[in-house]
């Protein structure tokens, strides 16, 4: 109705636009928005017909909706009621946030003193709503010139709101890439100076005394805050979220104090667990206030993560390592501090691996490690399986990121954490077993990069028994999260080429596929398909015949050749009996997937003779019956146990020509149209809609409060 000016009028005249005013504070939330999203619409909208005029300040040069629209507003934001002037502020914000026209600069010239006002009121109303219409404004280009007059009111926003909602105003500002350069600095300002109150709370050396040489808001607020038991720990968690956030800006327009800020963190962390030395009544306070505080710590720990990648880190780093170890030691940490305490960890090895100056930190490193690696001997030990799991995860990556350092793989083998985590491969809890399972997928490639251990005859025996101990839990385990593991560690250890892999992949393979071909789980037999995929691939490019652009071009023989040896292959380890049995999987992705890699094998074996004609003895398929091509598959689908090598054809389970011919004679591309519609889809249909509507014919009483 209102995409017209004379319906604008008509609800003008008719006073409709008073009871939309009303409306504004209704309690229904869904109404009060609703309401508020219409009289944008209307102050947008009547002022379309003015974009090619200059628009002023003067109530003359204005539609009469528009005006009464500001004029309420206006209103609105200099009387005492905090109900409408949230009401006009959020109207405000909605309105700067979707129209970018010149027009709102001039609104914004009228409405400015009343919104100044309200920020130099003790206290101020409505702080958070301020914030949400000065960063709506401030994001708009509208108000991008630093001669702006929003820079003003935002500077006094940053002076006068509460700091425990002006920070979110600050990190705001340093996210724009348009702003005043005095504006950032005064927002970086705001977002250090509780950090800065806590670290000048704790003795600390006189060259890392504080954050800042001056403060933009009255200390005492910040002081009071974190001095208060209610407010304290929230402050806190909300400053640290802000800098974290920051840590992640690739162009932030101001300079961080990285190493003040480092020993800020620190400092929280130590007095979380009683480590910090209180130099003053408010250190007294924090002391007690955040003694096992589980919220900052995990915020604190985000934050310690988020600061390794800085490169005067290693000015710091002893510090770093000591607060790490207490936390990771103590027994009084909770199993989630204790997660984000190994992800920290993981963050500043992985950050110093990578630094240029790693080598001359490594003495201090290797220590950390011994004492690192002693604490996770423990961990791996614990009584509650969250522990266990949390020191597992932590293991993983580290030794994914590490492995090539041969300090690490010294350090490793040195202690006890690899024989316990095999041993946790027989764990009573499922997560674990898992997370033990892809732990030892990537200790594995390290045993056959360190030198022979003693004590070890051979260096493979080891590490045949890890295979052959993730084969057999593949096979026999009762819960779906450690069989779901394993093939996601196989999958790795094909594409990567573990050693072992690469003694026999056609034996790997087949093997794999046969446990994976019995598995009930959907998510095994999606890795299992996966494997397929990875497997085909590296044997087609192996042989030249993946489609790649760079690849030399085969002559006809050549690429007959080949073809026939890479179904020879897939023929030997099962592939096209596992693709067409997951092919006719209840579970509708295990059929989608198979149903994708048939399709694309079909495309690369497209150029075989007996693809395109039939197969060498002359039968075409349509000489084929349905019945053939039933039994055939009927047939690889029986094959459930084992074959020994070369007796494939003996079993009768796959051969080159029959293969190619259920390749031709499937119609996989109708299938997987089929596969990806949706399992509703005849219930959506028209038809079926029609029919709904037909069947309630005569019965209407008995269907009235239908949703048609």
Request: aromatic share 6%; proline share 4%.
């Amino acid at each position: 109705m209102v995409q017209h000016q004379s319906a604008l009028h008509f609800l003008y005249n008719c006073g409709a636009i008073d009871v939309i005013f009303t409306l504004q504070g209704d309690p229904s939330l869904f109404v009060a928005s609703a309401t508020n999203q219409l009289l944008v619409h209307i102050l947008t909208f009547s002022l379309q017909s003015f974009q090619t005029k200059p628009v002023n300040i003067k109530d003359c040069d204005w539609p009469i909706c528009a005006q009464k629209l500001i004029v309420h507003t206006e209103e609105s934001l200099k009387s005492n009621s905090a109900s409408r002037i949230k009401q006009s502020l959020k109207l405000l914000t909605s309105v700067f946030g979707c129209c970018h026209d010149l027009w709102t600069e001039v609104l914004w010239s009228r409405l400015s003193e009343p919104i100044v006002y309200l920020l130099e009121e003790e206290p101020v109303h409505a702080g958070h709503l301020l914030v949400d219409l000065f960063l709506s404004m401030a994001r708009s280009p509208v108000f991008s010139c630093p001669e702006c007059s929003l820079w003003t009111s935002v500077v006094c926003a940053l002076e006068h709101l509460n700091p425990a909602q002006v920070g979110r105003l600050a990190v705001g500002v340093l996210k724009l890439q348009k702003c005043p350069q005095a504006v950032r600095i005064q927002a970086l300002s705001v977002v250090l100076q509780p950090m800065d109150c806590v670290l000048k709370a704790a003795s600390q050396p006189l060259e890392y005394a504080g954050l800042l040489n001056k403060s933009v808001n009255d200390s005492a607020t910040v002081e009071t805050l974190l001095s208060c038991r209610s407010s304290c720990a929230s402050f806190l968690c909300q400053t640290l979220a802000h800098l974290e956030e920051l840590q992640y800006l690739t162009c932030l327009s101001v300079d961080l104090p990285h190493i003040p800020l480092l020993q800020s963190v620190v400092t929280i962390l130590q007095f979380c667990i009683g480590l910090a030395t209180p130099a003053s009544c408010l250190g007294n306070k924090i002391s007690r206030i955040l003694i096992g505080c589980f919220r900052v710590q995990r915020s604190a720990l985000d934050i310690l993560g988020a600061l390794s990648h800085w490169e005067s880190h290693s000015v710091f780093m002893g510090s770093v390592f000591d607060i790490l170890l207490a936390y990771l030691k103590s027994p009084d940490t909770s199993p989630t501090v204790l997660k984000k305490s190994f992800q920290a960890t993981l963050k500043w090895l992985v950050s110093l691996s990578e630094a240029p100056s790693s080598k001359d930190h490594w003495q201090q490193t290797e220590q950390f490690l011994r004492d690192l690696f002693l604490v996770l001997q423990k961990r791996l030990c614990s009584p509650y399986w969250e522990v266990r799991d949390s020191a597992l995860e932590f293991l993983t990556p580290l030794v994914k990121h590490l492995r090539e350092k041969e300090g690490v793989r010294q350090v490793l083998f040195s202690s006890e954490v690899p024989k316990l985590t095999e041993d946790l491969l027989e764990d009573p809890e499922s997560y674990v077993r898992a997370s033990a399972v892809t732990a030892m997928g990537q200790l594995s490639f390290l045993t056959h990069l360190i030198s022979k251990k003693p004590g070890l005859e051979n260096g493979n025996v080891k590490e045949k028994s890890i295979v052959a101990q993730l084969k057999e839990i593949l096979s026999t385990d009762s819960e779906g999260f450690p069989r779901r593991a394993v093939i996601r560690v196989f999958i790795d250890w094909l594409r990567e080429g573990h050693p072992d892999v690469l003694k026999d992949t056609e034996q790997f393979v087949s093997s794999v596929l046969q446990a994976v071909n019995s598995d009930l789980d959907w998510e095994v037999k999606a890795g299992g398909l996966e494997l397929a995929e990875v497997f085909s691939a590296q044997t087609l490019g192996r042989l030249g015949l993946a489609a790649c652009p760079y690849a030399a071009v085969l002559s006809s023989a050549t690429r007959s050749t080949h073809l026939s040896e890479s179904l020879q292959i897939f023929c030997r380890v099962k592939l096209f009996e596992f693709l067409f049995g997951a092919l006719c999987d209840y579970d509708r992705p295990v059929a989608q997937k198979a149903c994708d890699i048939l399709i694309a094998l079909k495309a690369e074996l497209r150029d075989e003779s007996s693809l395109k004609e039939g197969t060498s003895a002359g039968l075409s398929t349509e000489a084929r019956s349905i019945a053939w091509l039933e039994e055939t598959l009927r047939r690889w689908n029986s094959c459930a146990k084992p074959c020994p090598r070369g007796d494939a054809d003996e079993a009768g389970s796959q051969d080159s020509d029959g293969v190619l011919l259920v390749l031709r004679t499937v119609d996989l591309e109708g299938l997987h149209r089929s596969l990806n519609r949706s399992s509703d889809h005849i219930e959506k249909s028209p038809h079926s809609l029609l029919q709904d509507i037909l069947a309630t014919v005569g019965t209407l009483e008995e269907n009235e409060a239908d949703c048609y």
